[in-house]
C-alpha cells in the first residue's frame, strides 16, 4: 500500500512539473546494448546509481562517454553503479559501436528519458538508493565537477556546486503528448493487447471494464509497463521473431505512460471498452473433437503439495491424430501448471510418466491452448494411459480443482510427426547470494530439422535463459534470448517462421539464476540450491518442438564442458 501511495504521489509530481533534487525517482527496466536488462530498483544494494543520457550521433558525445568510462572506474570498488540511458531508439548495432564499459540502456520507447527529463547527452544524476531519491542533476562528466559531487554524496557531504547540463549535444526529448486522452489513444491499446486477461473469468487481477476502473489502476499501469512486468513478454526483440509475441510497440508503451503521466485524460465520446463486445469461448480453439475430464484433486489451504500424477484411459477404440489440446484449469489460483503425456506402459506405483510414450502439451499461466504445427500431429494410440502431472500451490483456501483436457483430432493422418527434444541439467548447484549463476545443457542433432518452438523453464531464481545454435559450418545463432525471464509466466515461444537446423548443428541451452538478496523471489539465499521438483528448487529445464525432415533422429551424448550437460530426445512415438 505504500507502495502503490509513493507511485501515486510520484505521478502527481510528474504531472505538475520538473523532476527535482530530492524527487523519488520511479522504478524501470530497459535491456542494454548487449541484450542484459536491468531494473534500477534491483541496485538497492549499492551505494549510488549514476546515470548519463547517451546520444550516437553527436561527435561532442564521445568525451563524456570517455570521461564517464573513467568515472565509473574510478569509483568502480566503493560501491556505486553506473549506466547510460539512450532514448533515441536507435539500433542496437549503433548502440554497441558507441558504447564503452558502462552499459548504454535501450530506452526505445523514450519515456524513461522523458520521464527522468534528461535534455542533453551527457547529462548526469545521481540517485540515493536507500530512498531512491535525486541526489543531484548537473552537468557533463568532463573535468572534475561530477568526480567531487560523487565524493561529497558517498562521504554525507553536502553538494555544494551542481552546474549546469551541457548543451552540446541537445537530446529530441519524447515529451508528454497533451492530446493523448483514453478513448482515442489508450482503449484501443487495452483492447488489443490487455482486456483478453484483464477480463471477468479471465487471468488477470481485475478487469478492465471501463474508463473509471483503468483511470484508478494508471498509476499500476504506468509502472509494469516501464518495468517490463506487463504484457507478459520476455523475449529479446533483437533476436528471432514469435507468432505470439505479446509484446507493446514503442507508440503503444509511450501511449500508456504518457497518458498516465498526463493526468488520465478521458477524451469525447462513447467509452470503447463499456461497450466492447466479445465473444470469450470456453474453449480457445474452439469445441474439442474429446474432452477427459482430470481426477479432481483437494487441494488443502496451506502447506506443500506433492506433484500429483492423475491417470485417464484413453476412451476411443482406435488410434487418432492429435492436431492440438487444451487444458480448461478448474481453479487457476491453486493450479500452477499440467504437463500431460500417454503412455503404453504406465509406472508402477503413480508416480512419473511411465515409458514408451509422447507428449500432449499441458498448461502454465498465461497459455492453456498448444495447437500444433500446420500439417503435424501426435498419435495417439488407442488404449494408451494419459498421465497428468498436476503442479499445486496453496494459497490460504482450501478447494478442489476440476480441470479437463481438450484433444482436438486430425481428420486424416498428418503429412508430419511432431518431435520434440529436452535439454536438461540435474546436476546444476547454485551457490548462495550467486546474482548471475550459469549452467547449461546441450544437444547435436544428427539429421536436418525444422524447428517450430522453443520453451525454457526454471523456477523462482531464474534471471535469464538463451538457446545458441552452432552450426556445422562453424557458425552461430543466438535462437532466443530471455534476458528477463520471469517464473510466474512459463511462455514457449513459438518462431514466426520454421528454422532449419541442418544436420549437425549443436543446439546449447544456458540459463542463469540469481540466489541473491536482491531476488525478491528468492525463498532463501543463503542456500546451495540444487534441481529439484519443487519451486523452491530449481531447474536447467529447456525444449524444442519440431519435425525430421527425413528419415529418424539420433542424438550426440558428447562430453561437455564441467557443468555436466543432460539431454533426452522426445519424439511423438518414443520415450
Known amino acids: 500500500m505504500k507502495q502503490a501511495l509513493a507511485i501515486f504521489a510520484s505521478l502527481l509530481a510528474l504531472a505538475a512539473g520538473a523532476l527535482g533534487i530530492g524527487d523519488r525517482v520511479e522504478n524501470f527496466k530497459l535491456l542494454d546494448h548487449n541484450g542484459q536488462a536491468h531494473e534500477l530498483h534491483y541496485l538497492s544494494d549499492a551505494r549510488a546509481v549514476v546515470l548519463m543520457a547517451h546520444a550516437t550521433g553527436c561527435s561532442a558525445f564521445a568525451g563524456h562517454r570517455e570521461r564517464f568510462d573513467t568515472l565509473a ?87 555544494a556546486h551542481r552546474g549546469a547540463p551541457p548543451t552540446d549535444c541537445p537530446l529530441a526529448v519524447s515529451a508528454v503528448d497533451e492530446d493523448l486522452n483514453y478513448v482515442d489513444d489508450v482503449a484501443p491499446v487495452l483492447i488489443d493487447n490487455c482486456v483478453t486477461c484483464h477480463r471477468e473469468g479471465g487471468i488477470g487481477p481485475w478487469a478492465m471494464t471501463d474508463y473509471d476502473m483503468v483511470r484508478g489502476f494508471a498509476p499500476m499501469i504506468r509502472e509494469v509497463v516501464r518495468t517490463k512486468r506487463m504484457p507478459p513478454w520476455h523475449a529479446d526483440p533483437y533476436h528471432g521473431k514469435f507468432e505470439n509475441d505479446r509484446s507493446l510497440t514503442a507508440d503503444e508503451v509511450r501511449a500508456l505512460v504518457h497518458w498516465a503521466e498526463a493526468g488520465t485524460p478521458r477524451g469525447e465520446g462513447a467509452d470503447p471498452l463499456a461497450t466492447f463486445e466479445h465473444d470469450w469461448p470456453q474453449w480457445a480453439m474452439g469445441e474439442p473433437d474429446l474432452v477427459l475430464d482430470i481426477p479432481a484433486f483437494d ?73 500444433f504445427p500446420p500439417d503435424t500431429g501426435t498419435l495417439l494410440p488407442a488404449g494408451a494411459t494419459i498421465i497428468f502431472q498436476m503442479h499445486y500451490t496453496p494459497y490460504g483456501k482450501a478447494t ?91 511462455t514457449t515461444y513459438v518462431l514466426e517462421e520454421p528454422k532449419l537446423l541442418p544436420a549437425g548443428t549443436k543446439v546449447v541451452h544456458t540459463t542463469w539464476w540469481d540466489n541473491s538478496a536482491q531476488n525478491p523471489a528468492n525463498p532463501d539465499p543463503t542456500r546451495e540450491v540444487p534441481w529439484g521438483l519443487q519451486s523452491w528448487d530449481e531447474m536447467l529445464f529447456g525444449s524444442m518442438s519440431f519435425r525430421v525432415l527425413e528419415g529418424g533422429m539420433t542424438a550426440s551424448r558428447s562430453p561437455a564442458p564441467s557443468g555436466s550437460s543432460q539431454a533426452a530426445t522426445v519424439e511423438a512415438g518414443s520415450d
Not at 476412451?315 to 503404453?344: C, K, M, N, Q, Y
Not at 545458441?468 to 525471464?485: G, H, I, M, Q
Open 73 to 159: 572506474e574510478t569509483f568502480r570498488d566503493q560501491g556505486v553503479a553506473f549506466l547510460m540511458v539512450n532514448g533515441e531508439g536507435a539500433a542496437r548495432d549503433a548502440l554497441a559501436e558507441s558504447a564503452s564499459a558502462v552499459p548504454v540502456l535501450d530506452d526505445t520507447a523514450g519515456v524513461v528519458q522523458s520521464g527522468l527529463e534528461l535534455s542533453a547527452a551527457g547529462e548526469v544524476l545521481i540517485i540515493d538508493p536507500s530512498r531512491w531519491l535525486l541526489a543531484h542533476r548537473g552537468g557533463g562528466p568532463n573535468g572534475t565537477e561530477i568526480e567531487q559531487v560523487l565524493a561529497d554524496f558517498l562521504a554525507g557531504r553536502e553538494i
Open 400 to 490: 478442489t480443482d476440476r480441470s479437463r483436457l481438450g484433444l482436438f483430432l486430425h481428420d486424416e493422418p498428418p503429412a508430419h510427426k511432431l518431435s520434440g527434444a529436452v535439454l536438461a541439467n540435474t546436476d546444476i548447484r547454485i551457490p548462495p547470494g550467486a546474482k548471475a549463476h550459469r549452467e547449461f545443457a546441450e544437444r547435436e542433432f544428427k539429421q536436418d530439422i525444422l524447428l517450430y518452438s522453443l520453451l525454457p523453464h526454471a523456477h523462482y531464481r531464474g534471471k535469464a535463459s538463451e538457446f545458441r545454435a552452432f552450426y556445422p559450418d562453424k557458425t552461430e545463432e543466438l535462437l532466443l534470448s530471455v534476458p528477463n525471464y520471469d517464473f510466474n509466466w512459463q
Open 299 to 371: 487441494v488443502p489451504a496451506s502447506g506443500v503439495v506433492a506433484y500429483q500424477y492423475q491417470r485417464v484411459q484413453n476412451p476411443l477404440d482406435r488410434d487418432v491424430w492429435v492436431r492440438g489440446t487444451e487444458i480448461s484449469p478448474g481453479d487457476r489460483a491453486a493450479l500452477h501448471h499440467v504437463i500431460t503425456r500417454f503412455t503404453s506402459a504406465p509406472p508402477e506405483g503413480g508416480r512419473g510418466f511411465g515409458r514408451r510414450g509422447g507428449g500432449l502439451g499441458g498448461y502454465v499461466p498465461g497459455r492453456v491452448s498448444n495447437e
